[in-house]
């Protein structure tokens, strides 16, 4: 398949309306064949978009999983225009030639400020009293109403989003514990708590921020409920298979929680026309929010532009800097000379025979950038050659076997 041409003839679809200064960072840069949809698009029309699209751009919603991905001939490269990569199957991916890249922090001051304003409304009970006030109601007591001073907020996952709620959190005066899997550096006064179970049976408040993987599917289920302590809060805003939601409305209803504030769930709509449902729906008690923890325009701005300037330094120049599930290449210019890249497999073999093509042909080699996995192999190769000398070399590049993709740039 075709993947060497002038960035005017590469095809970027961009879906779940990531934000417009995307599109304008990709138009500044050459590309002028963008196609935009608002929302993510359904399995079957996914399939048949993404197998004509050079470069795609999602954000949490679509699913590129091993079936759509192997729709996808000419794709080079995806974009997540967010922080959650879990959306995207990125071993397939990568096996495909095909590396992923995201925007690990331009959201995160924005899902640390919603968690700090929902750690203060529900420690005041504010859901079910403005619930109340709706219905017509008056609930003017400070029963069950609390200052956020000196509660104890437990962090379960202290990466970017973690730690700037722990900063926050402090400048108000609470206490701040977590717990990690990896040995954190604490901010201000955190602490390190002993485990989950520790952090959950000491905090007020217990608030998720951990990425969705094996070890936390369901990481809180009916068991680690009934450790918390009475009384107690839980947010999620991380990802919906983090809890087990049936388990937390049965601890709401027995009143062992007292609230929680709830942005992610285990099912989504696919866009805002489509029905939210949820067996939280009706507990004046819980914050429910359509997965807008990041959905500021500061964040979404910056993403648009952080995400599409690593799509376009990889198209333009094969960088794969920051790229989540692929060899990492940083690449200088190339103003003299034609590049070659080739993506294998890393299998005995295939680096001799790239070499061989170019002394055979006794092409000299003006650099050459080489950096592997245990299954891909990602090789640069800067040439002094004209344009049909490099579509030749090309050619010859994609015919070794073990080769994923190739492309020359222009
Ligand atoms: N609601 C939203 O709109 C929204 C916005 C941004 C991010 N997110 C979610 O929040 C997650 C966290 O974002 P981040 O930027 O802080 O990520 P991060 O990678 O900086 O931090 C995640 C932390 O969780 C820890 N961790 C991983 N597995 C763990 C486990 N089993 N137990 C305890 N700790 C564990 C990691 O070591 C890391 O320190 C993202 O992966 C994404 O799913 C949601
Ligand atoms: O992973 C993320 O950054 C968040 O979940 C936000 O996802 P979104 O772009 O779909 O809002």
Same mark, same amino acid.
Not at 37 to 48: C, D, G, I, R, Y
Not at 212 to 225: H, K, N, V, Y
């Given at each position: 398949?075709?993947?060497?041409?002038?960035?005017?003839?590469?095809?970027?679809?961009?879906?779940?309306?990531?934000s417009?200064s995307?599109?304008e960072?990709?138009?500044?840069?050459?590309? @002028?064949?963008?196609?935009y949809?608002?929302?993510?698009?359904?399995?079957?029309?996914?399939?048949?978009r993404i197998?004509?699209?050079?470069?795609?751009?999602?954000?949490?919603?679509?699913?590129?999983?091993?079936?759509?991905?192997?729709?996808?001939?000419?794709?080079?490269?995806?974009?997540?225009?967010?922080?959650?990569? +879990?959306?995207?199957?990125l071993?397939?991916?990568?096996?495909?030639?095909?590396?992923v890249f995201?925007?690990?922090?331009? +959201?995160?001051?924005?899902?640390?400020? $919603?968690?700090?304003?929902?750690?203060?409304?529900?420690?005041?009970?504010?859901?079910q009293?403005n619930? $109340?006030?709706?219905?017509?109601?008056?609930?003017?007591?400070?029963a069950? @109403?609390?200052?956020?001073?000196?509660?104890?907020?437990?962090?379960?996952?202290?990466?970017?989003?973690?730690?700037?709620?722990?900063?926050?959190?402090?400048?108000?005066?609470?206490?701040?514990?977590?717990?990690?899997?990896?040995?954190?550096? @604490?901010?201000?006064?955190?602490?390190?708590?002993?485990?989950?179970?520790?952090?959950?049976?000491?905090?007020d408040?217990?608030?998720?921020?951990?990425?969705?993987?094996?070890?936390?599917?369901?990481?809180?289920?009916?068991?680690?409920?009934?450790r918390?302590?009475?009384?107690?809060?839980? &947010?999620?805003?991380?990802r919906?298979?983090?809890?087990?939601?049936?388990?937390?409305?049965?601890?709401?209803?027995?009143?062992?929680?007292?609230?929680?504030?709830?942005?992610?769930?285990?099912?989504?709509?696919?866009?805002?026309d489509?029905?939210?449902?949820?067996?939280?729906l009706?507990?004046? +008690?819980?914050?429910?929010?359509?997965?807008i923890?990041?959905?500021?325009?500061?964040?979404?701005?910056?993403i648009?532009?952080?995400?599409?300037?690593?799509?376009?330094?990889?198209?333009?120049?094969?960088?794969?800097?920051?790229?989540?599930?692929?060899?990492?290449?940083?690449?200088?210019?190339?103003?003299?000379?034609?590049?070659?890249?080739? &993506?294998?497999? +890393?299998?005995?073999?295939?680096?001799?025979? &790239?070499?061989?093509?170019?002394?055979a042909?006794?092409?000299?080699?003006?650099?050459?950038?080489?950096?592997?996995?245990?299954?891909?192999?990602?090789?640069? &190769?800067?040439?002094?050659?004209?344009?049909?000398?490099?579509?030749?070399?090309?050619?010859? $590049?994609?015919a070794?076997?073990?080769? $994923?993709?190739?492309r020359?740039?222009?």
């Open positions: 398949m075709k993947t060497s041409f002038p960035k005017q003839d590469i095809k970027v679809l961009l879906l779940e309306g990531v417009r995307a599109v960072s990709f138009q500044r840069a050459g590309y @002028s064949q963008l196609e949809h608002e929302k993510a698009l359904p399995e079957a029309e996914l399939k048949a197998a004509e699209a050079h470069i795609v751009g999602i954000r949490s919603r679509t699913q590129l999983t091993d079936e759509v991905l192997q729709q996808a001939k000419r794709l080079i490269a995806v974009g997540c225009f967010c922080i959650g990569t +879990n959306q995207v199957d071993g397939s991916a990568r096996r495909l030639g095909v590396p995201n925007a690990p922090y331009s +959201n995160t001051r924005s899902v640390a400020e $919603l968690v700090i304003a929902e750690t203060i409304m529900l420690l005041r009970g504010v859901p009293k619930a $109340l006030c709706h219905r017509g109601g008056w609930t003017k007591s400070a069950g @109403s609390f200052e956020a001073r000196d509660k104890v907020l437990g962090i379960v996952g202290y990466g970017h989003i973690g730690t700037q709620v722990g900063v926050l959190a402090e400048s108000l005066g609470m206490r701040v514990i977590f717990h990690d899997i990896e040995s954190k550096l @604490s901010l201000g006064n955190a602490r390190a708590a002993n485990s989950l179970e520790d952090l959950l049976e000491r905090a408040v217990v608030t998720l921020h951990v990425p969705e993987t094996p070890a936390t599917q369901m990481m809180i289920g009916t068991r680690e409920l009934a918390m302590r009475k009384g107690s809060l839980l &947010i999620n805003a991380s919906g298979t983090v809890v087990d939601i049936d388990a937390l409305a049965a601890s709401l209803r027995s009143e062992h929680l007292a609230g929680a504030a709830v942005d992610v769930f285990p099912v989504e709509p696919k866009g805002n489509d029905a939210f449902v949820s067996p939280l009706g507990m004046d +008690n819980v914050i429910l929010t359509p997965h923890g990041g959905s500021t325009l500061e964040a979404q701005d910056n648009g532009i952080e995400v599409a300037a690593k799509l376009v330094r990889y198209s333009d120049n094969g960088s794969t800097l920051s790229a989540v599930n692929f060899p990492e290449v940083s690449l200088p210019e190339h103003p003299r000379s034609r590049r070659l890249l080739h &993506i294998h497999r +890393n299998v005995p073999g295939v680096l001799s025979r &790239i070499n061989e093509l170019f002394s042909g006794n092409i000299n080699i003006d650099a050459q950038f080489l950096q592997t996995d245990s299954e891909v192999g990602y090789v640069v &190769i800067d040439v002094a050659a004209d344009e049909k000398q490099s579509g030749e070399l090309r050619d010859r $590049l994609a070794i076997p073990g080769t $994923l993709r190739s020359v740039l222009y």
